[in-house]
């Protein structure tokens, strides 16, 4: 496990320098963390794989301004940044 958590944060570094490989694993890895949270707004009316891709923009966001040293887990560090661009996407886009 200790093992894993090293991977992933050598993975964040390179994401973090623009390597897309590294961007492209960590989204991969964490895409059924994506769409659990995803699947709470499934029934607002909007297509989910839009929701999915906010969702995506944010876990991205979370990769960029994520800090190794503050001991915590990527998905613990991720699930804010991508509620966050959900529920911003769903308040810009509200029908009048």
Known sequence: ???EFENQTQDIMKAQQGD?????HLLE???????SIVRRFQDRGYEIE?????GAMGFVK?????DSSYDVRLSTYAVPYVLGEIKRYLR?????
């Open 62 to 66: 979370c990769i960029k301004r994520f």
């Open 1 to 3: 496990m200790q093992e």
């Open 50 to 54: 839009d929701l999915y891709q906010v």
């Open 29 to 35: 890895k964490n895409k059924g963390l994506i769409w």
């Open 92 to 96: 810009d886009n509200r029908a009048n």
């Open 20 to 24: 897309e490989n590294a961007m492209t």
